[in-house]
């Protein structure tokens, strides 16, 4: 069974700090994805990576899949309150294992 | 698009009923999946398909039941529901069959069982 272990589980700061959220395995993966949850609604996929190494950027948020494809982290520059959710990383078989094994998230709260 | 659409939003049950989470997609993904999100414990897979007709388990499908009549539609039953199936449920679709591929998750159902 793949597993995937997010650290921190909570993380509360203030407005304008950076941020680092892991995500970590002992498997490797073909894939990792990162999803962002607000309250009462859905996961929305904000990445997904693919490559060793790959890093990827969208706005104030640096994606990061380590080299061996077991781990990879979010780094969030200068955070604002509409940061504020449950971040998700999601690891993703190979081939045809279309299906995903998701961590178990962490709370983000961005005080003003 | 309506993405995907989840009814009911919220649902108390008693002990031993039984209730169907209804699940729909408007984009044309042959692919769909039911998770259930419970507190701190991340999203657990109960069950997928891979096109209308097709069904096979997840992570967790016990006390569960899905069919896939139609390519749009993907309900959820709950037979005999136990206080344990107590959680936020989650219907989401992909195009395509690869995990790299994007999942559009609907809304959610929360369910209590008392």
């Known amino acids: 069974t793949q597993l995937l272990e997010q650290s921190p589980q909570f993380l509360s700061i203030q407005e304008g700090e950076n941020l680092t959220v892991y995500c970590n395995s002992s498997s490797v993966f073909s894939s990792l994805q990162w999803y962002r949850q607000e309250p009462g609604e859905g996961p929305v996929l904000l990445v997904t990576v693919v490559t060793g190494g790959e890093v990827k950027k969208l706005k104030r948020l640096t994606f990061q899949f380590g080299d061996a494809r077991k781990d990879s982290s979010l780094h969030i520059t200068a955070a604002q309150p509409g940061d504020t959710g449950l971040y998700l990383c999601?690891?993703?078989?190979?081939?045809?294992?279309?299906?995903?094994?998701f961590g178990k998230g962490t709370l983000l709260t961005v005080n003003p | 698009n309506a993405g995907v659409t989840q009814t009911p939003k919220f649902r108390i049950l008693k002990i031993g009923q039984s209730m169907t989470l209804q699940c729909a997609q408007d984009m044309n993904h042959n692919y769909m999946y039911w998770y259930r999100q419970d507190p701190g414990m991340g999203l657990k897979l109960i069950y997928y398909?891979?096109?209308?007709?097709?069904?096979d388990k997840g992570e967790v499908p016990n006390g569960y039941n899905v069919s896939r009549s139609t390519t749009e539609d993907f309900p959820l039953r709950l037979e005999l529901a136990a206080p344990s199936q107590t959680s936020v449920y989650f219907c989401?679709?992909?195009?395509?069959?690869?995990?790299?591929?994007?999942?559009?998750f609907g809304p959610g159902t929360r369910l209590l069982v008392l």
């Open positions: 989401a679709s992909s195009y395509g069959g690869v995990a790299r591929e994007t999942q559009y």
């Open positions: 999601a690891g993703g078989g190979g081939g045809s294992n279309y299906k995903l094994t």
């Open positions: 398909s891979v096109g209308a007709g097709i069904t």
